[in-house]
């Protein structure tokens, strides 16, 4: 039951607290679900370890501001569009394509690709179609908690803001970090390494989603 409950918790990560105000919230809230949005993406472990892959080996800001906003552009034309469709899907399976997306910038990081199959995906293009999952999984989660219509689309907009604020938040830690660790000499020692944990840690969270699945 312990092994059920933590299965669930990994596939529904909004907190109990946030859900019962989403739940009972009504009217323009725009301050407290830009919040919500930020609290979700900071705390948001999927997101965070799918943004350390795709900024891994990019080393100009231009490029980082390229890739975080296609992934922006994803998130947030899912999460607007599912909520406000109704358009839902099993969120465990939502979940696991989203671990998989994490696996898929780790192999990526790697060379797999070119290395098994001769070919190179388009990391942007890779890049754009995993942010719509990642705004696809939250929507079903957010259409789970039944939000209110009154104000739904400033709410939303809010939400959206504060998912984007966060993510901002989220990346500038992961940056400051990784130019320290970048100045020196065991990055290129240890980036196989990194990218062999941040794959693991993917299939860790497929098979999370996967249990989850099966056992509801």
Avoid: C
Avoid at 77 to 103: E, K, P, Q
Avoid at 122 to 147: D, P, R, S, Y
Wanted: proline share 1%; net charge neutral; hydrophobic share 55%.
């Amino acid at each position: 039951m312990l092994l059920l409950v933590s299965v669930d918790a990994y596939a529904h990560n909004v907190a109990e607290g946030d859900k019962g105000y989403i739940q009972e919230s009504s009217g323009v809230l725009f301050f407290p679900f830009l919040y919500l949005g930020a609290k979700h993406m900071v705390t948001g472990y999927d997101h965070l370890l799918f943004l350390f892959g795709v900024i891994f080996f990019l080393y100009r800001m231009k490029d980082v501001g390229i890739y975080v906003t296609l992934f922006a552009i994803g998130h947030s034309t899912t999460l607007l569009f599912g909520v406000l469709t109704g358009i839902s899907a099993n969120a465990y399976l939502i979940d696991a394509i989203i671990g998989l997306s994490v696996v898929y910038k780790a192999l990526d990081n790697l060379g797999a690709y070119q290395r098994w199959f001769g070919v190179q995906p388009n990391t942007k293009v890779a890049t754009l179609v995993f942010g719509f999952f990642h705004g696809f999984g939250l929507a079903t989660k957010i259409i789970e908690f039944q939000i209110a219509q009154d104000g739904l689309i400033p709410n939303l907009i809010a939400f959206n803001i504060g998912v984007e604020i966060g993510q901002l938040l989220a990346l500038g830690a992961i940056l400051i970090v990784m130019g320290y660790w970048r100045r020196t000499a065991s990055f290129m020692r240890y980036a196989f390494a990194a990218n062999t944990l941040l794959m693991t840690a993917g299939f860790v969270l497929v098979g999370y989603q996967l249990a989850g699945f099966a056992a509801s």
